[in-house]
């Protein structure tokens, strides 16, 4: 099997449209190598190889280029989001233990030519592209695989299917490019000559040499001019248009034996892109019960009893507790089984929830403080108790957490945790014990259920010591003790009480937002002069390219892009334009929050997000089902969501609390730089001091609108380590002017420059950066020969120390806080965390206190050379605090 990886990396790239939507953690799109797995696993699995070769092109300069200098000339240059992914199909390659060549001077196309013409009669070769040159290839043992519909779908060319298709040989393929020239690669063929009339010449001439040898056979006419004419070019396009056969390559088919994959590397690859879906197939597929009960014999054997009632004796000082669910959201889900280890005993106890928490016993013991328990998710544990009438307490150890700080890449599952200290793995993934898909059940083998869960706990009890000396040794123990604990219980709790969402707000505003949606929709039928989908991009496409002829700007293999960017480019030449953009964002508010948000009210009127604590590489918290962080802010009607979210009594009030600019005011306490820390000392507005110094403005002068943005722009693009590529992109200018605009900043803030600098070199010495408080983030691609890899996990090196700063900032205010409304013995509770705000709710009497008291622990939460600064507001809901 011979692959052309370059077309069908390209081809995949293109097969997801909505790239955004394929981002992983570290913000690398993953768009195109998500296709092209899944494309790879299709075709290894349909032709089960005994030898597979991707073949890549090794650059835009080959021997064609020198030719002829237009040679793929025309194409549009090649999307950044394409170019970060394509060193790490090569990492993927090698995962899967697949053989991958490129060569200078050439093609990939001739590495394929030419291994294809190693191959002897008796041998079966597949070639795998999105270029139909390589039909040229085809023989009575070579059979072309051309993708269709991205790259899901094959369409097989042999001999005979060219002949039945064309009536020409696969030779002639090359024949019909001479005439016709190709337009992907920019090499003319004759003029006004398509596939039809090229079809109608080679079925009267056969090649194109004969043609010209016989050209009196042609009638006089414009078509036999051109001919005559372009006989050179003809020539030359049939001369490009062929494949080679005798490349000098330095493999043979003999280095191309297949494998097989590397189950460690591939996992590892896919939890790196978070390809979560292939992970957990794979890890199904590779689940072993028999080594599962070799690491089990190495582990302390625990009796295993299951309770119909509880005693006293059942419930040890110290114990290892584990509450297992079937689904995802613990704050709806079922509870299947609860599990605890007395492991001075070593016995596992198993029990329902019914008898549970219907016993006091067991209850009381939950809340003791005075018993200790391990747990694999506090938060969690906590939640599932205040969802059952009970309290949760005594919390001595959380194994996720650990795990997190430790390696966030194996922070998700205990099958993976156990990955990174040297435990056995006695744990089997949870869909080899319950099934695969949404329809999970207990297996009907009551035994096999409870010694999973045993093996769990007992997993859990291994992990305990090697993740505190692990913590230790990284010097993590009081980030881990301090903050993230603590705060894990706070995060419990602030789940537990949700936030209370009037409903008729957001039915109200759901039902104008409808019927001004089918206004819109009515309006754009007008625009258009006909009816059609709005919500369909292939029809949309037609009306605006065809119907009304605006200009295209890119096209898909589907049809015409009418995504986001392209139509913001076609802003102004048409009134449609306008009208389609504003009928998309109000359609997603409508459908992702008016109409989204009411079934996760609960009966008590309230909505309880989850928020997770061990996922984002940088330590920051995210907020899942549902998503309360991202309600957009940016349009009015995306801020009027925030209406629906009111305090939960009568006379109460919503506070909220925003730390201004911390990630800036970050970046001047670890770079150090003079101007930065100064501005920030005088209280300036940093956009518009930044904009003074790099525009040279006079003091007294004020900034307009348009050099704070730029000057906004570049603050925020720094921290992000932003190149004057991306400057150009956010600014709509030039790159030369993005770069001056660059040099001119770190002109004026040249300890900016320095600490940039500084972190990378250290990076590449440590392999990760930390923050103010120990968090790390490993970065095993800095030291990558690969300049896009490379320049990627240095960008990653200059964010991390801040966006990872400012994160455990805003938790260890968090911590304080809860603490001083306790001690104060203040009503007012902590509700919610959205970036770098808290949300609060509180008597009215008591807003005055918050007042002082929010903003006076949230400034003083770290000691920084400049100061933090808190704004804050309160209201009678949501928006009333902005």
């Known amino acids: 099997m011979l692959i052309d990886g370059s077309s069908l990396a390209f081809r995949a790239f293109y097969s997801i449209l909505n790239i955004e939507n394929f981002k992983n953690k570290a913000g690398l799109h993953t768009n195109a190598l998500f296709s092209f797995n899944r494309m790879l696993d299709d075709v290894l699995k349909q032709f089960e190889p005994t030898h597979v070769l991707v073949a890549f092109d090794k650059s835009e300069v080959t021997f064609r280029t020198a030719k002829y200098q237009e040679y793929k000339g025309g194409r549009q240059k090649t999307p950044s989001e394409f170019k970060e992914q394509m060193p790490y199909f090569r990492v ?181 892109m978070e390809f979560n879906v292939a992970l957990k197939a794979l890890q199904a597929e590779m689940t072993d019960t028999s080594s599962h009960e070799e690491a089990a014999a190495q582990l302390p054997q625990y009796e295993i009893e299951c309770l119909e009632a509880i005693v006293a004796e059942h419930l040890p000082t110290r114990a290892v507790l584990y509450t297992e669910m079937l689904e995802d959201n613990y704050h709806f889900g079922e509870v299947v089984g609860i599990a605890w280890a007395d492991i001075k005993e070593q016995k596992v106890y198993i029990t329902s929830e019914e008898v549970a928490y219907n016993s006091e016993l067991f209850k009381d013991w939950l809340s003791s403080k005075d018993h200790e328990k391990v747990t694999l998710d506090s938060k969690r544990e906590r939640v599932i108790a205040a969802n059952r009438g009970a309290e949760f307490n005594g919390i001595s150890f959380d194994t996720l957490i650990a795990t997190y700080l430790i390696d966030v890449h194996n922070a998700q599952e205990l099958t993976d945790i156990v990955r990174i200290v040297d435990v056995p793995s006695i744990v089997l993934y949870d869909e080899a014990v319950y099934g695969k898909g949404a329809k999970k059940a207990v297996p009907e083998d009551k035994a096999v259920f409870n010694q999973h869960l045993a093996n769990k706990i007992i997993t859990m009890v291994a992990l305990e010591e090697p993740l505190k000396e692990k913590l230790s040794e990284l010097h993590m123990l009081e980030l881990f003790q301090e903050i993230e604990m603590p705060l894990a219980i706070i995060l419990a709790d602030m789940e537990i009480r949700g936030i209370a969402v009037n409903r008729e707000v957001l039915e109200v505003r759901n039902e104008k937002m409808i019927k001004l949606l089918a206004q819109m929709e009515t309006s754009i039928h007008e625009h258009a002069g006909e009816e059609f989908n709005v919500n369909s991009p292939k029809q949309l496409g037609v009306i605006l390219f065809e119907k009304l002829n605006l200009p295209v700007i890119k096209k898909t293999k589907t049809g015409y892009s009418t995504a986001a960017d392209v139509l913001e480019k076609l802003q102004g030449s048409h009134p449609i334009i306008d009208e389609i953009l504003e009928y998309r964002t109000l359609s997603k508010l409508q459908g992702t929050y008016l109409a989204g948000l009411p079934p996760y009210i609960k009966g008590d009127g309230k909505i309880h997000t989850r928020f997770v604590q061990t996922l984002t590489q940088t330590g920051r918290l995210s907020s899942t089902d549902p998503n309360l962080q991202n309600i957009p802010i940016r349009i009015e009607e995306g801020r009027k969501i925030r209406q629906a979210f009111v305090p939960s009594k009568p006379n109460w009030q919503l506070f909220g ?226």
């Open 92 to 272: 993927l390659l090698d995962a899967y233990g697949i053989t991958h060549y490129d060569i200078l001077n050439y093609e990939a196309d001739d590495v394929i030519g030419t291994l294809a013409y190693q191959s002897e009669p008796e041998d079966e070769v597949i070639i795998i592209s999105g270029d139909k040159d390589l039909t040229q290839l085809a023989a009575e043992h070579v059979t072309v695989y051309i993708t269709r519909k991205g790259v899901s779908e094959l369409e097989s060319y042999t001999p005979e299917v060219i002949r039945e298709k064309y009536d020409l040989t696969p030779e002639q393929i090359i024949d019909m490019k001479g005439l016709m020239g190709d337009s992907s690669d920019n090499y003319p063929g004759i003029t006004r000559i398509g596939e039809k009339t090229a079809l109608k010449l080679l079925h009267q001439f056969g090649s194109v040499e004969n043609m010209y040898e016989n050209l009196d056979e042609l009638k006089a006419s414009k078509m036999k001019e051109n001919i005559i004419n372009d006989r050179e070019q003809a020539f030359m396009s049939k001369d490009l248009a062929r494949i080679l056969h005798d490349a000098p390559l330095e493999i043979t088919l003999e280095d191309t034996v297949y494998q097989g994959r590397n189950v460690d590397e591939l996992m590892e690859f896919y939890r790196q």
């Open 657 to 882: 609390a925003d730390y201004s600019q911390i990630e800036l005011r970050v970046l001047a306490h670890i770079s150090q730089d003079e101007h930065m820390m100064q501005a920030f000392k005088d209280g300036e507005d940093i956009h518009a001091a930044t904009a003074r110094r790099v525009f040279n403005l006079p003091a007294d002068e004020a900034v307009d609108s348009n050099h704070r943005r730029q000057a906004k722009a570049v603050n925020f693009g720094i921290v992000y380590g932003i190149s004057d590529y991306g400057l150009s992109q956010n600014l709509g200018i030039s790159r030369p002017e993005a770069k001056s605009f660059i040099d001119r900043y770190f002109e004026q803030y040249p300890g900016i420059e320095q600490f940039m600098k500084d972190v990378v070199t250290q990076a590449k010495q440590d392999g990760y950066v930390s923050t103010l408080f120990n968090r790390r983030r490993y970065l095993p691609d800095i030291h990558s020969s690969n300049f896009n890899i490379r320049s990627f996990a240095e960008r990653t090196a200059i964010n991390s120390p801040i966006q990872g700063t400012a994160a455990d900032i805003l938790k260890i205010a968090m911590v304080r806080l809860e603490a001083a409304l306790k001690e104060e013995g203040l009503e007012a509770r902590i509700l919610l965390q959205v970036h770098d705000e808290l949300i609060l709710e509180a008597p009215a009497e008591e807003i005055e206190r918050l007042e002082i008291l929010v903003p006076q622990i949230m400034e003083n939460a770290v000691e920084l050379s400049i100061p933090l600064k808190v704004d804050y507001n309160s209201g009678n809901d949501w928006y009333e605090l902005k």
